[in-house]
Structures are given as structure tokens and as C-alpha cells.
Nanobody, 121 residues
Framework: QVQLVESGGGLVQAGGSLRLSCAASGSIFVINNMGWYRQAPGKQRELVAHFPTGGSAYYVDSVKGRFSISRDNVKNTVYLQMNNLKPEDTAVYYC???????????????WGQGTQVIVSS
């Protein structure tokens, strides 16, 4: 069983910063990708950023230059540093990971419980 545990959300004024963390634990053979999605009220969940193992970080256009994703592969943790936050960044942020739990198993997708980010104007 794999668990993703998130932390770091909260309320911040426009222009402020927050750092989200997500740690994966459990039966992990290899993590192929870790990233962050968000879902604002009344909108579909969207990819914010992801960082595949051995690859390059990807960002949705709306956060480029403001958000930075990083990984600690020893701790199986992914971080999202969010700077210059805007009210339109308000959403529930979900950690996502694509993990193989065994050498014989295919990749499965896992989600965190979500952490609320509210940016006031």
C-alpha cells in the first residue's frame, strides 16, 4: 500500500509565498513521476507541475516563473515552492505520483488527500 501525505497549504495574501510538501511512503519499488494538480471551485482538476524521474520539470503556463517543483529522491518527497501568489491560484492542491510497487507490477497512479491554498487579494 502506498500513501501520499501532503502539507503546507494555508491562507496567504496576494504576492506572498507558500511551500507544499508531499511524502510518499509504503511499498515502493520505483517512483516514475511526482507532481501537483489543483482544482478550483467549479473547475476541472488541472496539472500544475510535474517532475519525472530522470527528466525535466514541467509547468503549466500560468505558473511559469512563479512556482518551482523539486524532488528529494531519498525521502520520496516532492515540493512545490509557490511565489508571487495570485488570487487565481486559490484551489485545493493534490499531490500525484506514478509508482511501481514491485518489479513485476505495472505503474499505478496515486493521489494525496489535498491541501487548501487560499490567496486573498
Amino acid at each position: 500500500q502506498v500513501q501520499l501525505v501532503e502539507s503546507g497549504g494555508g491562507l496567504v495574501q496576494a504576492g506572498g509565498s507558500l511551500r507544499l510538501s508531499c511524502a510518499a511512503s509504503g511499498s515502493i519499488f520505483v517512483i516514475n513521476n511526482m507532481g501537483w494538480y489543483r482544482q478550483a471551485p467549479g473547475k476541472q482538476r488541472e496539472l500544475v507541475a510535474h517532475f519525472p524521474t530522470g527528466g525535466s520539470a514541467y509547468y503549466v503556463d500560468s505558473v511559469k516563473g512563479r512556482f518551482s517543483i523539486s524532488r528529494d529522491n531519498v525521502k520520496n518527497t516532492v515540493y512545490l515552492q509557490m511565489n508571487n501568489l495570485k488570487p487565481e491560484d486559490t484551489a485545493v492542491y493534490y499531490c500525484n505520483a506514478k509508482i511501481r510497487v514491485d518489479i513485476w507490477e505495472k505503474e499505478y497512479e496515486y493521489w494525496g488527500q489535498g491541501t487548501q491554498v487560499i490567496v486573498s487579494s
